[in-house]
């Protein structure tokens, strides 16, 4: 389970990686066409769709990576044993809201079955909309996988840093 969790986040590095670079390239291309007076119409709807993937696999790539912003100046001075269940109750909730925002993501993808993006033909608006609850249906197990390492590490594993240490 544990390689195939790894395989996932190098899939999603590397998804995400040629994602940015192309739409780079696209918006850097219909910079170029639009300013020698032939525009690409199709490209700025090929970077949204590309940023919206972007969005939510990078949230869980820095979720992975334990990247994402936290505010640690009060939370710092509680008592380790605090730390430990006030992290546990925090990644509970965001659980819990993962699980709203996937129900909601996969009822917004089949409402938008019939609709066709941007008006390409044969592209359906639900491609765009999936992003949210496979993004949240990511981040999910990587929440678990967190809790799962926490209460195996025990308290021991709230430590906070020396440079919040050095701040206060």
Same mark, same amino acid.
């Given at each position: 389970? $544990?390689?195939?969790?790894?395989?996932?986040?190098?899939?999603?590095?590397?998804?995400? $990686?040629?994602?940015?670079?192309?739409?780079?390239?696209?918006?850097?291309?219909?910079?170029?066409?639009?300013?020698?007076?032939?525009?690409?119409? *199709?490209?700025?709807?090929?970077?949204?769709?590309?940023?919206? *993937?972007?969005?939510?696999?990078?949230?869980?790539?820095?979720? =992975?990576?334990?990247?994402?912003?936290?505010?640690?100046?009060?939370? #710092? =001075?509680?008592?380790?044993?605090?730390?430990?269940?006030?992290?546990?109750?925090?990644?509970?909730?965001?659980?819990?809201?993962?699980?709203?925002?996937?129900?909601?993501?996969? *009822?917004?993808?089949?409402?938008?079955?019939?609709?066709?993006?941007?008006?390409?033909?044969?592209?359906?608006?639900? *491609?765009?909309?999936?992003?949210?609850?496979?993004?949240?249906?990511?981040?999910?197990?990587?929440?678990?996988? $967190?809790?799962?390492?926490?209460?195996? =590490?025990?308290?021991?594993?709230?430590?906070?840093?020396? #440079?919040? $240490?050095?701040?206060?």
């Amino acid at each position: 389970m $544990k390689k195939l969790y790894d395989y996932i986040g190098k899939a999603e590095v590397f998804i995400v $990686k040629t994602a940015l670079a192309i739409i780079t390239a696209l918006v850097f291309a219909t910079a170029i066409a639009r300013t020698i007076g032939h525009p690409i119409s *199709w490209a700025v709807d090929v970077a949204t769709f590309l940023f919206a *993937w972007c969005v939510f696999l990078s949230a869980d790539m820095a979720m =992975r990576n334990d990247k994402l912003v936290s505010i640690e100046l009060v939370v #710092s =001075r509680l008592p380790v044993k605090a730390q430990f269940y006030l992290k546990i109750m925090n990644q509970i909730l965001i659980i819990l809201f993962l699980a709203v925002l996937i129900g909601f993501g996969l *009822w917004l993808s089949y409402t938008t079955r019939l609709r066709t993006y941007q008006g390409i033909p044969g592209f359906s608006y639900t *491609w765009v909309t999936l992003s949210v609850p496979v993004g949240c249906m990511l981040m999910l197990s990587t929440t678990i996988v $967190k809790i799962k390492e926490q209460i195996a =590490r025990g308290y021991q594993s709230v430590q906070t840093t020396e #440079s919040n $240490k050095e701040f206060l």
